[in-house]
């Protein structure tokens, strides 16, 4: 039998099965209100039958947008929109959650299909990171936070939090990784400081710890947290593996339930050897050495891949991306692979008869 399809229970939530959707930006919002679009592209994904469905990067505050099409979770009036989003995806059996995201230095941009690059000065906000380092040429320098923006941002992730939480979301999901601000405080390559969130191992991890700390206090014990980290900045001096396995180890007892195994997106032009499960050694590697619970993510397109990921023990969860872009119903279409029993919507049965 398939252990893909198995069950999972995290504090008071079950996953019907192991399989997660990635959260993955959409850049199709206004001022950060969610749209139809977002219904139907995280409500397909529930009816095709994954376990959990996670929101795409969300951002706490109006400067942490990548993109003016960014989804928010920064003002109330975001909540009723996502709160329909929730509603439909747990009425089919998933479990909804939400990322929660800063972008920091890489902030300020164009969506994807115009370029993605730094959007022009009028069309712009300030950017914020640890140090005023740039993310590459042509980026400008962020503005260095100060302790009041730092004592800010960790308020505006708890906002956030509760907003999520309103809003019907069950798990709650902090993005620590990709390049934005959270992974740039861990990174020496980004974090230049020389205060108390600065220069040592430690200091750098202060404030995702914080973060963490501030979340978990507005969310109910019956509800889980993760936090997704880039476990390498595939560069030399960068942010490495061994050091997300001990970060993991602080993080488990502060509330964390899980560790989102992804890299990179901190070096623009860092050589990633990127194949067929890549980063599946990231999420093994946590998950027997930090004692907490995975989901493996990169490049996992088939059903033997994925099983074999979670039967090993390599991962608790398979998050998956663009190939549930290319298939909303990959989880209802190779359960039969695994000679597993499909959530199959009542309305599709005849389908799959």
Known sequence: MSALFDPFTLRGETFRNRIGVSPMCQYSCSDGAATDWHLVHLGSRAVGGAGLVCAEATA???EGRISPGDLGIYQDRHVEALARITRFISAQGAVPAIQLAHAGRKASCQVPWEGGKPLAAAMSWPTLGPSAVPFDAGYPSPRAMSDSDIIRL?????????RALAAGFQVLEIHAAHGYLLHEFLSPLANRRQDRYGGSWENRCRLLGEVVDAVRSVMPESQPLFVRLSCSDWSEGGWSIEESVELARHLRPRGVDLIDC??????????????PGYQVPFSERIRREAGIATAAIGMITQSAQADEVVRNGRADLVFMARELLRDPYWPLRHASELHAKAAIPIQYGRAFG
């Open 60 to 62: 706490i505050s109006a």
């Open 262 to 275: 992804s890299s990179g997106g901190q070096v623009a032009q860092a050589k990633i050897p990127i194949g």
């Open 154 to 162: 960790i308020a505006d992730f708890a906002s956030a939090a509760r």
